[in-house]
């Protein structure tokens, strides 16, 4: 068996066997608030709350809000309001908001010692991911039916196709076609106007607050 074949293998086993620690409410964690509560038009598909993800199961269990810190909620309302006046026809479409330390534990243990241990930030660090601090944001942009644009790679796509760093390269190789880049810097756009900051390997993912900033105003969701 081909070692990427062997490394998904192990990650899907490993996925199956680990167990599910969800049964927290979150809206009762100080800070956090409900995005859509201040961005109206926020279409919210949690993928860590599906199977429709790179660990293959449920982690969120009945998590079907996107929670947030309220200044990075407010900040995505200001990122759908310069969506809407950009292009009416669409909306934000969020995938994952904050991600509670336990949970993220449980994405640690599936890609550890695999190709995709950089992926996912180890949960036994001081710092941890800035998902744990409900600082930051996966998502993609969508029709009004919910519909997400082609982006050139799925959301959790682990591979130089889905790093922004690369995309001259791939769109010079004709891996990324030009609708598809336009896509990405549309969403880039609005978030950046926002007040977000991109990152370099994950087209989908931005943070509200520089790392260290983020971690010394807020707390870990445990």
């Known amino acids: 068996m081909p070692t990427n074949a062997r490394a998904l293998a192990a990650i899907v086993l490993t996925s199956l066997l680990a167990p599910t620690v969800w049964g927290q409410d979150l809206s009762k964690v100080p800070g956090l608030v409900d995005a859509a ?51 009416p026809d669409l909306v934000l479409l969020a995938y994952d908001c904050v991600r509670p330390v336990s949970v993220q534990r449980q994405m640690w243990a599936v890609v550890k010692g695999t190709p995709q241990q950089g992926y996912v930030a180890n949960p036994n660090t001081p710092t941890g991911s800035i998902h744990n601090y409900g600082c930051a944001v996966d998502l993609t942009i969508a ?14 796509f682990f591979g130089q196709a889905a790093q922004p760093r690369h995309e001259f390269k791939l ?15 549309l969403l880039r756009e609005v978030m950046v106007r ?7 390997s994950e087209w989908w993912h931005f943070n ?15």
């Open 37 to 87: 509560e201040k961005a109206a038009d926020l279409k919210v598909e949690l993928k860590y709350s599906t199977a429709d993800n790179f660990i293959k199961k449920d982690v969120y269990g009945d998590l079907e809000k996107c929670y947030l810190q309220t200044v990075a909620a407010d900040m995505l309302a200001k990122a759908s309001t310069a969506l809407k006046a950009m292009r």
């Open 171 to 185: 769109a010079a190789q004709g891996k990324l076609t030009h609708a598809q880049w336009a896509n990405r810097l």
């Open 143 to 156: 029709d009004q039916d919910g519909k997400p644009l082609d982006m050139g790679t799925p959301f959790d």
């Open 208 to 222: 509200c607050a520089p790392n260290q900033v983020a971690r010394k105003k807020f707390e870990k969701v445990p």
């Open 194 to 200: 926002a007040g977000f900051i991109p990152i370099a």
